[in-house]
């Protein structure tokens, strides 16, 4: 079974910056892309970066580009989130997710999520 556990969540200003971890279970990680989600209170969840295995591919959602940065360290099994120049827009809660292969794009296992508040 994989788990997921995401943390580095917590309330920052407007134009500050948070980093979330995101620690997998499993000797197997390397095997897999990973994504991270967010969902804002009244809205549905939606895709705010993924990398793949390798680390040679990377999305991101319009709305986060040149503001976020993903990252992986194979050897920690664990999936960064860097988030700088934050806005109140950003508030949610912030999923990991490990994708179903090196870069598909879908998605299996889910983290708890951590909760993103940022103040005006």
């Known amino acids: 079974q994989v788990q997921l556990v995401e943390s580095g969540g917590g309330l920052v200003q407007a134009g500050g910056s948070l980093r979330l971890s995101c620690a997998a279970s499993g000797r197997t990680f390397t095997n897999y892309g990973m994504g991270w989600f967010r969902q804002a209170p009244g809205k549905e969840r939606e895709a705010v970066a993924a990398?793949?295995?390798?680390?040679?591919?990377?999305y991101y959602a319009d709305s986060v580009k040149g503001r976020f940065t993903i990252s992986r360290d194979n050897a920690k099994n664990t999936v960064y989130l860097q988030m700088n120049s934050l806005k109140p827009e950003d508030t949610a809660v912030y999923f990991c997710a490990r994708d179903r292969l090196g870069w598909s794009r879908t998605y299996d296992y889910w983290g708890q999520g951590t909760q993103v508040t940022v103040s005006s």
């Open positions: 990398i793949s295995w390798s680390g040679g591919n990377t």
